[in-house]
């Protein structure tokens, strides 16, 4: 069974640029979330997903970030500006119905960012 | 969503069991305490859940006293492979709850 896909793997942009990362949750899994990971904040909770519908995005930081789910096998991530703070790797999650999976959710391999 | 504490770093050597404590003290009524493993380069994982007692399986066990305000994961017989971040969370099941991860306990195994 094929695990939380994401893409791209690696991104190197220049400031200014639009950026956009995709992501394929597990089959038949309902909930997705997005985090972003640095040295200095650690994992953050950016947005989730519950059946497509966004349920909370405070974790977003700015305007310039915006995400999308457009039907339950895909998921997008966009920055427009990107600037070189935004460096760093972005998670997607995803989660199965409640039972049985209590709170265990599956990650992906991230997508590490680098703006300069 | 209840704030849980653990120590930043832990060092051990191979073989022996680790155990690695977080504190939770406003943990509610409906919340399940989850252990996720991160290694390097990688999204975290999920380790081990509980609600009460003792939680095992094949990779750790989970041990939670009865007024529920910590936990305690234990690793037995601990490889380099081991050396990772482990993270604590406490939060309510169902499908609306938000999964925050703390800052972890960085663990590094030695030989």
């Known amino acids: 069974d094929a695990g939380v896909i994401q893409s791209p793997r690696h991104e190197v942009t220049e400031m200014g640029q639009e950026v956009t990362l995709r992501c394929k949750p597990i089959s038949g899994h309902n909930s997705l979330f997005w985090y972003r990971q640095t040295m200095m904040r650690g994992l953050e909770l950016l947005i989730y997903f519950n059946n497509n519908v966004p349920i909370d995005d405070s974790g977003m930081p700015e305007d310039r970030f915006s995400a999308k789910m457009p039907n339950a096998s895909f998921s997008t991530l966009k920055i427009q500006p990107s600037e070189p703070r935004d460096s760093a790797v972005y998670f997607c999650a995803s989660r199965p119905p409640r039972v049985p999976s209590g709170n265990t959710i599956y990650f992906g391999e991230g997508s590490w960012l680098t703006v300069v | 969503l209840a704030k849980t504490t653990q120590p930043i770093s832990m060092d051990s050597y191979e073989g022996q069991e680790v155990n690695i404590t977080c504190s939770h003290n406003?943990?509610?009524?409906?919340?399940?305490i989850t252990w996720y493993q991160q290694f390097p380069s990688q999204g975290p994982r999920f380790i081990i859940q509980g609600y009460k007692t003792k939680v095992t399986n094949e990779v750790a066990s989970l041990f939670i006293p009865a007024d529920r305000k910590s936990s305690t994961l234990s690793l037995p017989r601990v490889s380099l492979s081991d050396t990772a971040v482990y993270y604590c969370l406490v939060g309510p099941g169902g499908n609306f709850n938000k999964f925050y991860f703390g800052s972890g306990t960085k663990l590094n195994v030695k030989p």
């Open positions: 406003n943990i509610a009524t409906n919340d399940y």
